[in-house]
């Protein structure tokens, strides 16, 4: 039976790298286990899909045992269980499904197929609380860079925007290899740029890098770009701009400061997500911003969306940085929403959708 704290959801999660299962009971998170095969697609500098896919099968029983038992749940306590049916990687979802669907059927509890930047979007509840509605979200993760405007959670999702090339993620990742940092290279530009010890390349005594060393391009901010293009993104001609400049550099037999050309690109970048967002916000008559996915980790994109917020009377919120990379956690919660708000479940023999649209939230 639902508790009056809400429903108790097991969500799965393994549309990319990360074999997650989070446990969620209402808007409270009870635990979440994350198994990462990142380590094994370092050595390719991306994410190799089967490698992806065989790290599921091996982590997914382990995963769930250890969610389950942290949690102090069984199986049989659940209301619902939650799976990632899309967007993603076909066969890393496969894995997924057809553990969430063995499950339901031993069980015999409803299964719900979710959308997987729902669950981004979502997973903010479980810290924030209930997420006003609607919320302009702003997804920027890998795969994604995406402008939602959320009217309903469970239901109403409208795709204002999205890259037109390059997410943001990748851009990072791209630019790290460039760099001659680790992968994936989100976190390593992010250290890089605030100067930190420990960083390939980084001299930590010299304090953080000048994010106005180089001033980079923003892409899509011109003014006919922003009539055709007025909540997309693109971060392709940016990569391209920070390799020819390191290139450059490097041709020139002069030594690349790292620190520097990573705070600038990743002041470009941020520049242009917020500036985007928060014009999204104004034009939408909407007052809270929530963003989220694996960029959003970054600490620059949280201090300059932070300060313009603020100075634009927008309500922010950001999730902590482990909400934000994949997770169990975010497939559970907007499982438990779509409970809560009586979504009835979905087949047991739901199909997966590696394009899967962000306006399905549920298959
Ligand atoms: O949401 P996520 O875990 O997986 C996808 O659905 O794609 O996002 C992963 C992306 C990677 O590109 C990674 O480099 C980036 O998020 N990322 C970051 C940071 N932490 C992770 N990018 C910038 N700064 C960070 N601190
Ligand atoms: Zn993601």
Redo the contacts with the bound molecule.
């Keep these: 039976m639902t508790s009056s704290d809400g429903p108790l959801v097991l969500g799965i999660e393994t549309?990319?790298d990360?074999t997650g299962v989070g446990i969620v009971r209402g808007e409270t998170l009870l635990f979440d286990a994350v198994a990462s095969s990142v380590d094994q697609h370092a050595r390719y500098g991306g994410v190799v899909p089967e490698v992806a896919s065989r790290a599921h099968l091996e982590a997914i029983v382990p995963t769930l045992e250890r969610a389950c038992q942290e949690a102090g749940v069984r199986l049989d306590d659940l209301d619902a269980i939650a799976v990632t049916a899309g967007p993603g990687l076909a066969g890393a979802l496969l894995v997924g499904t057809a553990s969430a669907k063995a499950l339901a059927l031993a069980t015999g509890k409803p299964l719900y197929g979710v959308n997987?930047l729902a669950g981004?979007v979502a997973v903010d509840i479980v810290q924030h609380g209930p997420l006003p509605e609607p919320t302009m979200a702003m997804l920027v993760?890998?795969?994604?860079s995406s402008l939602l405007l959320v009217a309903d959670i469970t239901s109403d999702i409208t795709s204002l925007g999205d890259t037109i090339d390059d997410a943001a993620?990748?851009a990072?990742?791209k630019v790290a290899r460039v760099l001659g940092l680790p992968f994936?290279?989100?976190?390593w530009?992010?250290k890089a740029a605030r100067g930190l010890d420990g960083v390939p390349g980084v001299d930590a005594e010299a304090g953080p890098g000048n994010a106005t060393y180089v001033d980079f391009p923003r892409g899509l901010t011109s003014g006919r770009d922003m009539e055709r293009h007025r909540f997309d993104f693109s971060f392709s001609g940016l990569k391209t701009a920070v390799a020819r400049w390191v290139e450059a550099r490097a041709l020139a037999g002069q030594p690349v400061p790292v620190a520097d050309v990573a705070a600038s690109f990743q002041e470009a970048v941020t520049d242009v997500l917020t500036r985007k967002a928060i014009l999204a916000c104004q034009e939408h008559g909407v007052q809270d911003l929530q963003i989220g996915?694996?960029?959003a980790?970054?600490?620059r994109l949280r201090s300059m969306a932070e300060e313009r917020c603020a100075a634009a009377g927008i309500r922010l919120r950001v999730p902590r940085?482990g909400l934000?990379?994949?997770n169990g956690a975010m497939i559970a919660t907007l499982g438990a929403q779509l409970v809560a708000r009586g979504h009835a479940p979905s087949s047991l023999d739901l199909p997966t959708d590696s394009s899967m649209p962000v306006s399905r939230v549920q298959v």
């Design positions: 549309s990319c990360e997987h981004h993760s890998g795969g994604h993620g990748e990072f990742d994936p290279g989100g976190p530009v992010d996915g694996g960029v980790a970054n600490s940085p934000c990379t994949d």
